[in-house]
């Protein structure tokens, strides 16, 4: 879905979209994150309103009777985005979206993951799990929810992680490394990890390289249904169990996983339930 702030296209997946409405009146929060306009209640139900044009430029915009809100739903949380106009949708595949160069992706700082031609116009994807994240952090991925394991044995199982979004990628591998796999791969998109799969995968040492694969569903140039459904079609790769682990799990998308041979499919940001996931399926697929 295109959408405009301050004259600038932006994107988000249709998939994190529950409806679009109208701007409304907005009480006032105190003491909250500064792009955090405050709070409505249309149906009965409290949601927090973010101010994009805010986080976005760092300047207040002045707010117009025509602005909209975009309400979303991820990581198991109501959200509404304020933004200026929605531009309509355009259906473009995961292959089409180019990942930001380092010139525009500036690490942990970068809020765009990919990069969209759409009609005649250039679109910037961005990474709403890292916007709610930098103003709620107590939201997302907690180490805390490792610590309280306790003490637990190194594992030196490779395990590789396909997750566009640096500041996510980075709080995966602290928690699992935390909870003590010390061999970890990464990879920004699912083209970057097939590519690396489909360069070992036919050695003799397949298995040492790579014994469980988490990816992420939205990435740029390859997103994780195709990169499991690759996987799994694979007659060397099927044995390596597959995680799903995406801000989009709901009924429908765990049955797609479902469809294409997901092992496991989890909700972000269950980081506690992904180390265990992690325990059985190493155990399970590689005894």
Known sequence: MKFTIAGEFYGINVAKVKEIMMSE?????????????????????LITVIDLGFYLTGNRLEHQY???????????????????????ISRISWKDIQKPDKTL????????????????????????EKIVAEIAPETTIQVAEVEQMGDRPLCES??????????????INDCLERAGFINIKNFNNGQEAWDFLREIRSEDALYDKVKLIITDIEMPEMDGH??????????????????????????????????????????????????????????????
Do not use: W, Y
């Not at 792009?35 to 249309?42: N, S």
């Not at 490779?158 to 709080?171: F, K």
């Open 226 to 287: 195709r990169l499991t459904k690759l996987v799994k079609s694979d007659e060397r790769l099927r044995k390596i169990p597959v995680i799903i682990f995406s801000s989009l799990i709901n009924e429908q998308m765990r049955i797609k996983g479902k469809e294409l041979g997901a092992d496991e499919q989890l909700a972000k940001p269950e980081i506690g339930h992904l180390v265990a996931v992690i325990d059985e399926l190493l155990q399970r697929s590689f005894a």
């Open 105 to 128: 992706s500036q690490g942990d700082e970068s809020v765009a993951t990919g990069i969209a031609q759409c009609d005649d116009v250039l679109v910037t994807i961005l990474d709403f």
């Open 158 to 171: 490779p395990i590789v992680i396909a997750e566009d979004s640096i500041l996510l990628q980075r709080m």
């Open 25 to 45: 009146h907005v009480k006032i929060m105190p003491h909250a994150h500064p792009a955090v306009e405050g709070i409505f209640k249309p149906r009965d139900t």
């Open 66 to 88: 025509r602005d909209l809100f975009i309400i979303t739903n991820f990581n198991k949380m109501t959200v509404a985005f304020r933004v200026q106009s929605i531009e309509g």
